[in-house]
């Protein structure tokens, strides 16, 4: 991505076909006259819930599925209408999500699914009550959530392959695999190394095998490392990353994700979370500024995710980590994440890649028809991407207009 001046783009059906300076566009074209105001790709996110709009005991215990698949694809509308034309969704029952945006039947981003969770017991993804029973050694019912579609808790290698395989099948394009402790987990410490080295090398093969790959939930330095020794090429999240892992990231030509914006998040807003949590987050949060420095340092491959999720309407919180990027990246290295570098990891997907019609993420000939307009130039100010409403006065999708007001 570079800035220049006076260009045209001609786009055909859902596709890019020309780019370049006063191009003679067919007599039954449509004229978008951006009149000197900037032009780049759609934004993507690489970590996204888009089905997670509730809390999980209301996911479990009282939403309808009805009612939250309808949520879901208003979050899902939200992000389109943020400038997200694309987006990896790290866990939930999106399939049908992505089927219906595919076909265009309600508007959103293109939806790389991972599907369930997977998790091993007492794991990030395991989602029961303290006093459910586990039922893969019980006669107890099948845990709603599992049953939902949210999670898999399994243990061992032919569990976590027998899980790994049933995503694959519904349809996921990656698989998202729970290796340490969480956040907003009741379980599990943000220390605990979760997933023996064979499970996690069992998921990898499974994904391997599919011609894709596993990414995973980890904090820790030495679940981050195992992780990577395991064969595993994406690390989402990350925030007490050691510099050991950090180089051994970097020799594994793996990909990071972080979230540095929740660097931003005020003390105060923590001290209201239930106090095992707040302790967590307070940890992350002063881990997440170490990350950052330790990534620009080794250059390694960086994507841009938030795992903004929540109420339908806070969506916007995605957005936060463009204005806490560039304590670190210029504007046009945190654009380009936010683009062509997701687009790179997205492509990992490999065979099972359900786009491969053009290219994400650039604007080129040959690439989908993706095109954002903003009132100002982010280039020069990241804060222009972070005031949609005012600022972004054209959205195109995959040839399709959705916002002009140009």
Known sequence: MHSKKG???LVVDNLISRTGRNIDAPSDATIIDGNGKAL???LSDAHVHLALTLGMKTLRNDASWMYTSIRAAKAAENFLMLGFTTVRDLGGPVF????AVDEGLVPGPRIYPSGAFISQTSGHGDLRNPNEPNPYWSDAALHPMDAQGWSFVVDGVPEVLKASRENLKNGATQ???MAG????SDFDPIHSVQFTPDELEAAVQAAADWDTYVTVHIYNAEGIKRALNAGVKCIDHGHLIDEEAMKLLKEKDAWLVPQSYWSLRPDSAIAKLPPLRAKKMMQVKAG???????????????AY???????????????AEFTSRVRWFSPLEVLKQATSNNARLFAMSGKINPYTEGKLGVIEAGA?????????NPLEDIGIITNPTETLKFIMKDGQIFKNEL
Request: overall charge negative; charged content about 25%; aromatic content about 8%.
């Open 181 to 184: 402790g969480g956040v907003g």
């Open 96 to 99: 049908g999500l992505k089927k």
């Open 288 to 302: 997440a500024l170490v990350e950052m420095e330790l990534a620009k340092k080794y250059n390694v491959n960086l």
């Open 368 to 376: 989908y028809a993706d095109l954002l307009i903003y009132d100002g």
């Open 175 to 177: 698989l998202k695999v």
């Open 40 to 42: 780049i790709p759609g």
């Open 305 to 319: 995710g938030t795992d903004a999720f929540g109420a339908v309407g806070s969506e916007s919180r995605a957005l």
């Open 7 to 9: 260009y045209d783009v």
